[in-house]
């Protein structure tokens, strides 16, 4: 089945720093999602992306879908402490149809 | 405008019992979908269910079941409980055309 690998899968990071992850598919996506999860929660959408080459902001976040369609990035600038969680990203395939994730990017950030 | 709602938030049971797990979709949200989020497997697609009808399932077998009511709602059933069913179960919701799905707080299921 298809599969995302995002990388990294963790990082530790002084409060005032940019982040940036990424998410990488041997197979086409038609649509990138990604989402911050809290301990014990659901996850909570950040960005979506619908097109190829878009790339779309979200206050201090900031995301694009690659060309190729296979990879897409997310950036955080200037972190703050209630950034730590966990992301995921996700693609779409066909239109409608099920989310495949990645495996996630736990994020600690040091006041 | 009311986000996702799942029920219970918590729930324990023994091997070889059944559980029963609710979903609420957002008003106007037509599709939901189920995930299962187990300790070191990340977020595993499990079915879902669009205007009543199951459109696709995930690699679980077949004692993972569920049925979508006519107000959207839907459930999710888990017969025969193993340990390794032990998991946060998350609900996501999509309407109005667009793609994006938005989750449901999850419920906790611990299989003792």
């Known amino acids: 089945g298809q599969q995302l690998n995002q990388s990294p899968q963790s990082m530790f990071i002084q409060e005032g720093e940019d982040v940036s992850m990424n998410c990488t598919s041997s197979s086409i996506f038609n649509t990138w999602l990604w989402y911050k999860q809290d301990p014990g929660e659901g996850p909570v959408l950040l960005i979506a992306l619908y097109k190829a080459g878009e790339l779309t902001s979200n206050g201090r976040l900031t995301a694009q879908f690659g060309i190729t369609r296979k990879d897409s990035f997310l950036n955080i600038s200037a972190s703050i402490p209630s950034d730590v969680g966990i992301y995921f990203c996700a693609g779409i395939y066909n239109a409608g149809n099920m989310l495949t994730f990645g495996g996630g990017t736990r994020l600690m950030v040091k006041p | 405008e009311a986000g996702v709602t799942q029920s219970p938030t918590h729930l324990i049971k023994t091997r070889g019992q059944q559980a029963t797990l609710r979903c609420s979709p957002i008003s106007g949200h037509t599709s939901v979908y189920w995930y299962q989020q187990a300790l070191g497997l990340g977020l595993q697609f499990l079915l879902w269910?669009?205007?009543?009808?199951?459109?696709n399932r995930g690699n679980f077998p077949p004692r993972f079941s569920g049925r979508q009511f006519p107000n959207y709602s839907s459930e999710l059933n888990v017969n025969a409980l193993e340990l390794e069913d032990s998991a946060l179960y998350l609900c996501?919701?999509?309407?109005?055309?667009?793609?994006?799905?938005?989750f449901g707080p999850g419920t906790r299921l611990t299989v003792l």
């Open positions: 996501a919701t999509r309407g109005g055309g667009a793609d994006t799905q938005y």
């Open positions: 269910y669009d205007e009543g009808e199951e459109r």
